[in-house]
């Protein structure tokens, strides 16, 4: 608008000068004058209307940038919440570890029996026994009290070994204990410990510990302390001896009868272990891909902040450490504010945004931040551009309406009714089609806004619901399907919203003990779930693809379960020849699918591993039963035949017919993933010579005969 006013003074002078030349008279000049002050009046108000606008926006600019301001809290909050909640799952389960020791059943017992025993021994002899005479009868007693110390003393050994183990298996599987040693290490020098398992008496004594524990300081004895009074106690995060970032876990340990409220500890279970990636890894933010991000924890510690956590300018943990009125420091002002986001500078001086959030139960407060130049570099030229698009647009606007406001105005209005005309039609005729499309599909297609009310639904919809889709708009899933169904579904599209991202689930509904009755309200559902970005008219919200699978998963149960009754039968077919091993393979199946589950591997694994364990005797079939059940020693042919039950060995089925012919015995055949395998107890299908001598080639060039 500025150009378009300078150039509209600048233009009408001319032609009233022009009118005004020609005259020579003052009377005749009068009329170009009331001219130009219509003409300066028309450009004060452009002139006002232009500087209005232009504050106007300066102003929609800042309210925008406060916009993004406020959503990169949001965003920094949100990491700062799941990085917290990480951080407080890692200081449970450290807690869960030492809550595993102080309430396994025979520490509470030696720690009961301690206490007991301690006060038994504080007894004094009965007066006058001192006083009686030197017997016979008398020395024979005090050798039986040697004897029973003896026992006791060994009893005692026993026990500490044992709690020793203990302590030492839990720690190498928790890791409370010490790093191995890197470089060389001296063989005469001992190691100065860092962390480890220990146990204390309620007096606070020491009673035993893993080899690498360290000793009892004031800060382990004060948490200690604490913990024989019944509460537990943590030992904050502090430098051990080599150098590291230490914690300790305390909890009390109670007897087997003093579990009740207001309890006191006979002793606790002290755990000190080396804080490194195992808690500085959950600081990350998975998917994060800004350049400046960083989580990190501090705390206050009088008149300064302490950084806990190592820093991105590797900086190691709990090596900074910075006064806490420095102004607009960001760690400053979270330990005085916890919880707080704003615009602050970091360790470095750098300008960020940072929100903070306290751990539970700590003194700690954890920082998500990021630099301000990376979060709003994108922000401050989007406004850029749109302030001076604004102005060039107010110039367009004001010379249009100098020049063609009218006939532009009308031509433009012409034009984008035709177009939005255009544009209805278009929208209606898509709408139509994409009706008819999803009403032809099997599933159930419905879209659903945060508050779980329906938007769209398909003719399955409908007709699942029992009301026309029209009827359907507006009102909740909860109305419409029941609260159960609704709550389930209204979850599932929190976390996806959340998350923005696809999601499919498998949901049953209903009694499971009901699966085989097909009148029952048992239902397997397979939903699929995409995330639907809001406009001006919707909110955000979710289409959701339903899909029942109840029969499918009836017929998968049942053939699962036919599997499992064919899989025991044959066991107890093994059992019943082999009473001496009987439930052999059944515990072996138990421990590998443990050990499955333990390593993390999906559910059909674990299956395929119960069966096979549960499936390990089967040779034992062609072993004959006295052999099985035979007491003496065995003969080296059947020594050999046992040993070799396991075996199996690869057959042709030419071979097998040919066999057949000759009349021979040979056992059954059975399909191993897609190929035939003959199971003998020879391991080579009985043929006294071994292979057909026209397959040796092929068996050397296959290897020797596979294992069970």
Known sequence: ???????????????????????????????????????????????????????????????????????????????????????????????????????????????????????????????????????????????????????????????????????????????????????????????????????????????????DMPPLTSKVRTAVAQALDGEPAIIDLFLGAAGDPTMGFVLPVFGIQDDGEGAKGIGAVVGLRIVGQDLYRRLKQPGDTAKTTETYMVRAKGATVEYLTPLADDTPALKR????????????????????????????GTEVLAASRPIANLPWVLIRKISRDEALSATDTRLNIIFWGFVGVITIVTLAILFV????????????????????????????????????????????????????????????????????????MASVIGPIRAQKYADLNKDVLRDFEKASHTVVFGDEEDEED????????????????????????????????????????????????LTDTLVSVVDRRDPFSANHSSRVAEVARAIAHEMGLEEVDEKTVDIVGNLMNLGKIFIPEEILTKTEDLTPEERAMVGSAYLTHRRSPRERRLRGARGRDHPPVRRDLGRPRAV???????????????RRKRLRRHGQPARL
């Not at 003393?153 to 204990?177: C, H, P, Q, V, Y």
């Not at 009218?406 to 034009?415: E, I, L, N, Y």
Request: hydrophobic share 35%; no cysteine.
């Open 680 to 694: 003998g107890p020879q391991g080579r299908g009985d043929h006294p010579d071994g292979p057909h001598p026209g």
């Open 518 to 565: 097909p009148d029952g309200d048992f239902q397997v559902v397979r939903t699929y779930h995409v995330p639907l970005r809001g406009d001006r008219d919707y909110p955000p919200a979710v289409l959701m693809i339903i899909s029942d699978i109840t029969d499918l998963t009836r017929e998968k149960r049942r053939g699962e379960k036919m599997m499992r009754q």
């Open 1 to 211: 608008m500025a150009l378009s006013t300078k150039g509209d003074t600048g233009n009408e002078p001319p032609a009233d000068n022009g009118g005004g030349d020609s005259s020579e008279d003052a009377k005749e000049k009068t009329p170009p004058r009331q001219v130009n002050k219509a003409a300066l009046a028309i450009v004060g108000a452009l002139i006002v209307t232009v500087v209005g606008a232009v504050f106007g926006t300066l102003g929609f600019v800042e309210s925008e940038r406060e916009r993004d301001i406020q959503a990169w809290q949001v965003r920094l909050g949100i990491v700062a919440d799941s990085r917290s909640a990480a951080v407080n799952d890692w200081v449970e389960q450290n807690f869960g570890y030492v809550r595993e020791l102080a309430q396994n059943a025979s520490l509470q017992v030696y720690m009961s029996e301690l206490a007991s025993g301690g006060a038994d021994e504080d007894e004094e002899e009965p007066p006058g026994l001192e006083d009686e005479p030197d017997t016979e009868a008398a020395v024979e007693g005090e050798v039986e009290e040697e004897e029973d110390f003896e026992e006791e003393e060994g009893d005692e050994e026993a026990s500490a070994s044992f709690l020793r183990n203990l302590l030492i298996a839990t720690a190498e599987r928790t890791g409370f204990k010490a790093p191995p040693p890197v470089g060389e290490v001296a063989a005469n020098v001992e190691r100065a410990g860092v962390a480890g398992l220990g146990l204390v008496d309620k007096e606070g004594a020491a009673i035993v510990s893993t080899p």
């Open 405 to 476: 406001w009218k006939k532009g105005a009308s031509m433009r209005a012409t034009q984008a009714l035709h177009e939005a005309e255009i544009a209805l039609e278009r929208f209606g005729n898509m709408s139509k089609f994409m009706k008819v499309v999803t009403d032809n599909q099997p599933n159930q297609i419905v879209a659903v806004d945060e508050n779980t009310q329906y938007t769209f639904a398909n003719l399955p919809a409908e007709d699942e619901a029992g009301i026309p889709a029209a009827d359907m708009m507006g009102k909740t």
């Open 321 to 348: 450490s910075m006064s806490a009125d420095t102004p607009n420091l960001a760690a400053g002002k979270a330990t005085e504010r916890p919880g707080s986001f704003g615009i602050f500078v970091d360790y470095v």
